[in-house]
């Protein structure tokens, strides 16, 4: 089975950080893509950050030169690091990976940013 178990997700002040983290498990994980989705209670759930498998990566508008995605192929882990936190980063981070045609998303991790 796949897993994806989020963690480091909690509160902080504007412009300050935190680190997510996403480890997973039963996938080949240096292979996949791996994302970062956000979502709002009530709102569709948006994607953040992607990394493929050769490092390559892409960011949503409103969070690049803020955020970074970054892998460790040997932890099968994804990481999110994020700077300069805003008020409006505030909501659940979600990690996702799509195998064997099927999407895959983990539980989610609060964060919360006080203006």
């Known amino acids: 089975q796949v897993y994806l178990v989020e963690s480091g997700g909690g509160s902080v002040q504007a412009g300050g950080s935190l680190r997510l983290s996403c480890r997973t498990s039963?996938?080949?994980?240096?292979?996949?893509?791996m994302n970062w989705y956000r979502q709002a209670a009530g709102k569709q759930r948006d994607l953040v950050a992607t990394?493929?498998?050769?490092?390559?990566?892409n960011y949503t508008d409103s969070v690049k030169s803020r955020f970074t995605i970054s892998r460790d192929n040997d932890r099968n882990t994804v990481y999110l690091q994020m700077n300069t936190l805003k008020h409006e980063d505030t909501t659940n981070y979600y990690c996702?990976?799509?195998?064997?045609?099927?999407?895959?998303w983990g539980r989610g991790t609060q964060v919360t940013v006080s203006s």
């Open positions: 990394i493929s498998s050769d490092g390559s990566t």
């Open positions: 039963g996938i080949n994980f240096k292979i996949h893509r």
């Open positions: 996702h990976v799509t195998w064997r045609s099927s999407n895959f």
